[in-house]
C-alpha cells in the first residue's frame, strides 16, 4: 500500500495512568496499583499511529510552555514525527489526562484541557504551508470547535482529503460535516451525531445513512471487539476485528484512525485499509499505554502475514 502525508490537528496530554482492580463508585477510595508517566492526547497519539505506520506526518497543535511542554516536541521529535508546527501557549499550561485502568483493561479518563484550549483558527491559518503539502488531515474534537472548522476549511482550499474522528462526543453543526470525506464514530458518538440509537444492523444503517444524509462520503462506526461498520455509496459492511488478549484500550481509537489517516487513498482499497488499520488497534490493546502500545509497519505487516498464510 502506497502511504500519505499525514496532517493532524489534534491535541497533546500528559497522561498519568493509574492501575487498579474496580473502579471506585462514588465517594469511595480504590489503592492504585501503579502509577506511570506517558505522552497521549488524541492528536498526538493519531500523529504517532500515523509515523510508525510509514506515514510522513506532520502534528498542529498546542502545548504549555513548560516542562511537559519541551519534552512533548522531544519525544514527538524521537517517533519521527514533524512538530515544527507544534506552537507553545504562554498562559495555559500544557493539557493533562488522568486515566484509571481497572483489571479488565477498561479505562475511564478525565482530561484537563489546559493549552489545546487555545488552539485557535488563526493558529491554523498561520501554518497553512502544512497543508499544502498534505494528502489527508486528520482531526479530533480535543481543541475548539472553530479551530476544527478551519483545519477543515484549509484542506479543501489544498485539496486534502479530510477524516474527522468525532471524539469526545457532542453534536457537530451539519456546516462542519459536509465538508467531511470519511467520519470514524464509535457507537456513542454515533449516536449523539444522529439521534438515532443503535440496537441492531438496521439501526446501524440507518445511522450511517443520516451521517451520508449531511454530506459524509464514508462512514466508519467502530464497535469494538465487533469490528468496523463501513458504509459508502457503492457497499457497507462490517469488518471483523483480530482476536487478542486485551491488556490496556487506551488509544486503540487513535491507532485505527492514525492507521487509516496513513493508508486512505483513492488507490488502495477501502477495505483493505480499514482492515489494516483494525489489526493495528487490536495489537495496540495487547500492552499498556497511549503511544508506547503503538505498534510499527513492520509489526502489522508480519501479523497480516502470518495470519493470510493461515
Given at each position: ?7 493532524v490537528v489534534g491535541s497533546y496530554n500528559v497522561d498519568m495512568t493509574i492501575n487498579v482492580d474496580v473502579f471506585p463508585q462514588a465517594g469511595e477510595t480504590v489503592i492504585g496499583n501503579n502509577l506511570a508517566y506517558g505522552h497521549g ?148 458518538e454515533a449516536e449523539m451525531l444522529t439521534g438515532i440509537k443503535i440496537t441492531d444492523e438496521k439501526s446501524l444503517l440507518a445511522s450511517a445513512e443520516r451521517l451520508h444524509s449531511y454530506g459524509v462520503k464514508i462512514v466508519l462506526i ?89
Amino acid at each position: 500500500m502506497r502511504s500519505n502525508k499525514v496532517i493532524v490537528v489534534g491535541s497533546y496530554n500528559v497522561d498519568m495512568t493509574i492501575n487498579v482492580d474496580v473502579f471506585p463508585q462514588a465517594g469511595e477510595t480504590v489503592i492504585g496499583n501503579n502509577l506511570a508517566y506517558g505522552h497521549g492526547g488524541k492528536g498526538a497519539n493519531q500523529a504517532v499511529a500515523a509515523c510508525l505506520a510509514g506515514a510522513k506526518t506532520s502534528l498542529l497543535a498546542k502545548v504549555g510552555s513548560d516542562l511537559y511542554g519541551n519534552r512533548a516536541i522531544e519525544a514527538l521529535t524521537l517517533k519521527g514525527v514533524n512538530t515544527r508546527s507544534i506552537q507553545k501557549e504562554k498562559v495555559q499550561p500544557t493539557g493533562m489526562a488522568f486515566i484509571t485502568v481497572d483489571s479488565m483493561g477498561e479505562n475511564t479518563i478525565v482530561v484537563v484541557s489546559g493549552a489545546n484550549w487555545k488552539l485557535s483558527p488563526h493558529d491554523i491559518e498561520s501554518e497553512s504551508k502544512v497543508f499544502t503539502d498534505g494528502d489527508v488531515l486528520l482531526t479530533q474534537l480535543e481543541t475548539p470547535l472553530d479551530s476544527v472548522s478551519a483545519a477543515i476549511k484549509m484542506a479543501q482550499k489544498t485539496d486534502v482529503t479530510v477524516i474527522l474522528n468525532p471524539a469526545p462526543a457532542q453534536t457537530l453543526p451539519p456546516d462542519l460535516l459536509k465538508d467531511v470525506d470519511i467520519i470514524t464514530p464509535n457507537r456513542a458518538e454515533a449516536e449523539m451525531l444522529t439521534g438515532i440509537k443503535i440496537t441492531d444492523e438496521k439501526s446501524l444503517l440507518a445511522s450511517a445513512e443520516r451521517l451520508h444524509s449531511y454530506g459524509v462520503k464514508i462512514v466508519l462506526i467502530t464497535l469494538g471487539s465487533k469490528g468496523v461498520f463501513m458504509s459508502h455509496p457503492e457497499k457497507s459492511l462490517l469488518i471483523p476485528t483480530i482476536r487478542v488478549d486485551v491488556v490496556d484500550t487506551v488509544g486503540a481509537g487513535d491507532v485505527f484512525n492514525g492507521v487509516l489517516a496513513a493508508y486512505y487513498s483513492n488507490i488502495n482499497s477501502l477495505e483493505d485499509v480499514v482492515a489494516r488499520a483494525i489489526i493495528a488497534a487490536g495489537l495496540s490493546v495487547t500492552s499498556s499505554g497511549a503511544q508506547t502500545s503503538i505498534p510499527t509497519l513492520d509489526t502489522i505487516i508480519s501479523y497480516q502475514l502470518e495470519h493470510s498464510e493461515a
